[in-house]
């Protein structure tokens, strides 16, 4: 066999969550290896090495760091004539309108059901954004949130919510 390149790549600390089980599991074509080095020049690292160098670069490594370090936003787009989101007066009471002459729906129950994960809206009031820890917590959120937004009898007026 040719001699082979052990090819490194640098990573924040915490993609050492992801754990033994994900950097030495079974079933890969190019063993992956992991350093967790702390120092205090550099800090808290992660040097992840392989003979292949598409390895190192896994995009689930990089969505776990995304996700531990930045969180997860997901947006709900508010369409139509007189469909509308506001705080009223601030933010745990939001109000959606879903038409001109449509009652004024209060969500408030669904802004403080999961502390972690924050709501807000834009100025027009046609935008919904969700911001929280993780993709499964502010996905339950925004998808109980978008059942609620879409009105059930008028299916061909345009009018309601969809996912950005």
């Avoid at 120092?39 to 003979?51: H, K, L």
Wanted: with cysteine.
């Amino acid at each position: 066999p040719k001699p082979y390149k052990l090819a490194f790549r640098k990573y924040p600390g915490v993609a050492s969550g992801l754990g033994a089980e994900y950097y030495y599991r079974e079933g890969q074509k190019s063993p992956v290896t992991y350093y967790h080095l702390k120092s205090p020049a550099s800090g808290d690292m992660i040097a992840v090495g392989a003979t292949d160098p598409r390895a190192v670069d896994a995009r689930c490594i990089d969505n776990y760091v995304k996700e531990k370090t930045r969180g997860y936003a997901t947006q709900i787009v508010l369409e139509g004539r007189g469909v509308k989101a506001y705080f009223e007066p601030k933010f745990p009471h939001l109000k959606v309108r879903l038409g001109v002459g449509a009652k004024v729906k209060d969500l408030m129950q669904y802004c403080l059901r999961d502390p972690d994960v924050e709501v807000t809206c834009n100025k027009k009031g046609d935008v919904v954004v969700l911001h929280g820890p993780n993709k499964a917590r502010v996905g339950t959120l925004a998808y109980r949130l978008l059942k609620v937004m879409t009105p059930r009898l008028l299916p061909y007026t345009g009018k309601g919510a969809h996912f950005a």
